[in-house]
């Protein structure tokens, strides 16, 4: 059993304070989803988690089972059970997924052959073709074939809690299902998952026990799946409108509420960029 707790997590990036003080805590097995219009923070959230560097904490925690990880090189919080599946999976010529997934069990003590099949498993499962293991890392692969690869790469680590930022962006229906039903049976074997996402259609498939909404860095209002719902039918006016209270302490800090206006305007248009 494992607990992702983050308490009052406040983050500056360059100079903008993006998050405002989040709480969220995940448990083994939980899916908490994370919803929020375009430059919410969502996707700073999942960085910060990571350890991605030039985010800035300026208050609260991150811990896992106690253990503060916020000071932390990322290889660390992966090997403490973290995993990022990322909005945009990063290009690495030259090394393939076969050799990255490889090295990563073997840092954990896995041995060569077990390594080889558990991966032709999962490939196999997700619907990955067994050639992209052996190209480099998610070079010129399809918007599909990097989330496959991402739930791919989550099912052989096996970590305590995966967060997913976007996972079913640029993919098509059936990979998202086979992608969300892959780690819905791994939530059922324990996996915690921190979910972000626009859509209730991922949510489908991946059962959330919790969903969250971040409006401009902070969770305006947390209940359970039928949040999502609400979200599919009427967007995030409600939530936005409430904010707006106090969007003129937000403008005195950062000057914020423009891009919010705009990132509502942007996640209530049917033609906007899935990917932004
Ligand atoms: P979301 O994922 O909810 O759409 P992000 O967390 O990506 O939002 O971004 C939140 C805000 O933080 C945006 O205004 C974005 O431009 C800003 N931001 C994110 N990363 C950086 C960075 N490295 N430097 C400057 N601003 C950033
Ligand atoms: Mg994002």
């Known amino acids: ?18 998050l405002k003080g989040v709480d969220l805590e995940i448990s083994s097995g939980q899916v908490h989803a994370v919803m929020g219009p375009n430059g919410a923070g969502k996707s700073t959230l999942s960085n910060v988690i990571m350890g991605k560097p030039g985010y800035q904490i300026t208050s609260g925690s991150i811990e896992l089972d106690g253990r503060d990880l916020s000071s932390l090189p990322t290889w660390e919080r992966a090997q403490a059970g973290l995993f990022l599946a990322m909005q945009y999976p990063t290009e690495v010529p030259g090394v393939s997924v076969r050799e990255t997934l490889e090295l990563a069990l073997r840092s954990r003590g896995a041995d060569h052959i077990d390594v080889a099949s558990r991966l032709d498993e999962e490939a196999d499962q ?19 074939e990097k989330k496959r690869n991402e739930t791919a790469q989550l099912a052989v680590l096996t970590p305590e809690i995966a967060v997913l930022d976007e996972l079913d962006s640029g993919l098509d229906i059936d990979a998202l299902r086979a992608c969300a039903e892959r780690i819905e049976a791994m939530t059922n074997d324990g996996l915690g998952v921190l979910c972000i996402t626009h859509y209730h259609r991922l ?3 991946l059962i959330a026990d919790y969903v969250h909404i971040l409006v401009d860095g902070q969770i305006v209002e947390s209940g359970g799946p039928e949040l999502a719902q609400e979200l599919e039918d009427d967007g995030y006016s409600r939530f936005v409108d409430a904010d707006e209270e106090t969007a003129g302490v937000s403008v005195a ?7 919010k206006n705009a990132a509502v305007s942007d996640s209530e248009d049917p033609f906007a960029d899935p990917l932004a």
């Open 203 to 205: 949510l489908d498939h």
């Open 1 to 18: 059993m494992s607990t992702l707790s983050i308490q009052n997590l406040a983050v500056v990036v360059g100079e903008q304070q993006i």
């Open 126 to 144: 997700i619907g990955l073709p067994k050639e992209l293991l052996e190209r480099a890392l998610n070079v010129d692969f399809s918007g599909g």
């Open 253 to 259: 800090i950062g000057g914020r509420s423009e891009t």
